[in-house]
């Protein structure tokens, strides 16, 4: 089963403009993670934020969370053609659980 | 540092012949998994190794599917007799100890078409 599901499913921007991916999610969380998979290839984690975190940056990605209403959202500011992926959000619910993904957001970034 | 590494990438075999995938995690890792994903959909756990003991094998359909993990190295995900609906990419991610704040390190993963 899923836990997380992204929003929206498809995303097609121009470069140069950000990016925002949403992720909702229906029980409590120990924290958050986000992973992009390129076409063919397997998945990258991206960043993690836990469920006392509020935002957190690593380079052009931004990812908030908000545990009152059980979502997060990925920003990737001035995007290039190689941001071209799929995202996807995975929660972990406790210290030792496993990860469980979402359905994920097929962003396209136009040259 | 060599990444998690998978084989085949690709088959094609037809319904009721068993298959077989290899992956060698990343060295030092403890903790293998093993993920389905089908097509527009996030990875599903499968397996969770722990060193050579499995410990979350809740989702892993057994009377078609096993899996090995000997010696607590390399791991070996199997399917017989197999079916249509397994037409899936078959993902195997390693990190160095199980918890849920450990970066799990996905292979490219191997693509399956049951004819």
């Known amino acids: 089963s899923q836990q997380g599901e992204e929003d929206p499913q498809a995303l097609s921007i121009q470069e140069g403009e950000n990016a925002t991916m949403n992720c909702s999610y229906k029980t409590s969380i120990n924290n958050l993670q986000w992973y992009r998979q390129n076409s063919g290839r397997g998945l990258v984690h991206l960043i993690l934020i836990r469920s006392n975190e509020r935002e957190k940056h690593s380079g052009r990605l931004r990812v908030t969370l908000d545990t009152s209403k059980k979502s997060s959202s990925l920003l990737i500011t001035a995007s290039r053609a190689a941001d071209t992926a799929s995202y996807f959000c995975a929660t972990v619910l406790s210290g030792n659980t496993p990860l469980v993904f979402g359905k994920g957001t097929r962003l396209s970034v136009i040259a | ?115």
């Open chain 2, 1 to 115: 540092e060599a990444g998690v590494v998978q084989s085949p990438r690709y088959k094609i075999i037809e319904k009721k012949q068993p298959v077989a995938f290899w992956c060698n995690p990343i060295s030092g890792h403890n903790t293998l998994y093993w993920y389905l994903q089908n097509l527009g959909q996030g990875p599903e756990l499968l397996i969770r190794y722990e060193n050579e003991e499995a410990v979350d094998d809740s989702q892993l359909p057994k009377d078609r599917f096993s899996a090995e993990r000997l010696k607590g190295v390399d791991s070996t995900l199997k399917i017989q007799p197999a079916e249509l609906g397994d037409s899936a990419v078959y993902l195997c991610a390693s990190s160095s100890d199980g918890a849920g704040t450990d970066t799990q390190y996905f292979g490219p993963g191997t693509r399956l078409t049951v004819l």
